[in-house]
T-cell receptor, first 112, second 108 residues
Framework: NAGVTQTPKFQVLKTGQSMTLQCAQD?????MYWYRQDPGMGLRLIYY???????DKGEVPNGYNVSRLNKREFSLRLESAAPSQTSVYFC???????????FGSGTQLSVL | EDQVTQSPEALRLQEGESSSLNCSYT??????LFWYRQDPGKGPEFLFT???AGEEKEKERLKATLTKKESFLHITAPKPEDSATYLC?????????FGTGTRLQVFP
């Protein structure tokens, strides 16, 4: 059972470049999330999808877009990367309300 | 304002030296408090959920407790493999808030 799979694991971009982070879960969960983790700060929610076909902004959505492609897949896109988006990005899925999150292994992104 | 604060930021223990990590919170309408373990280069991994004051959960050398204002993660006789960052997260009525974590190092 793979759980939550994220790709790529590492990425270096130049300012202004675009890229998409991919996430897939095989646990049949309805809700999926994208977080970023920065030193000295807690995990911050970028976007989430409560169910297939819906997406909503989290705490720090500026500069990002998401697509819930189907129940399994939830992608995060940076249209024009900025140095402030250098971070570690985690995808997660949730079995139900007030349940635990299952996290992927993360994508370390550097924007030069 | 909803807030979650973890202390200490970092903790160094000798193998076998028991201690506690703290997670204090101020949220409207607590729905659950979660503890996660995060190893370097990996995503957080679930440890415990606590739902109401007075509740306790145990797993091997770890024990989590909850009051109306804070939670403790007690580590009894830790081993080097317990070295990790421990994250606390609090679910309020409308959001999940993560603390910044406690980085634990256990030396042989």
């Amino acid at each position: 059972n793979a759980g939550v799979t994220q790709t790529p694991k590492f990425q270096v971009l130049k300012t202004g470049q675009s890229m998409t982070l991919q996430c897939a879960q095989d646990m049949n969960h309805n809700s999926m999330y994208w977080y970023r983790q920065d030193p000295g700060m807690g995990l911050r929610l970028i976007y989430y999808s409560a169910s297939e076909g819906t997406t909503d902004k989290g705490e720090v959505p500026n500069g990002y877009n998401v697509s819930r492609l189907n129940k399994r897949e939830f992608s995060l896109r940076l249209e024009s990367a900025a140095p402030s988006q250098t971070s570690v990005y985690f995808c997660a899925s949730l079995a139900g309300p007030n349940e635990k999150l299952f996290f992927g292994s993360g994508t370390q992104l550097s924007v030069l | 304002e909803d807030q979650v604060t973890q202390s200490p930021e970092a903790l160094r223990l000798q193998e076998g030296e028991s201690s506690s990590l703290n997670c204090s919170y101020t949220v409207s309408g607590l729905r659950g408090l979660f503890w996660y373990r995060q190893d370097p280069g990996k995503g957080p991994e679930f440890l415990f959920t606590l739902y109401s004051a007075g509740e306790e959960k145990e797993k091997e050398r770890l024990k989590a407790t909850l009051t109306k204002k804070e939670s403790f993660l007690h580590i009894t006789a830790p081993k080097p493999e317990d070295s990790a960052t421990y994250l606390c997260a609090v679910q309020s009525t409308d959001k999940l808030i993560f603390g910044t974590g406690t980085r634990l190092q256990v030396f042989p």
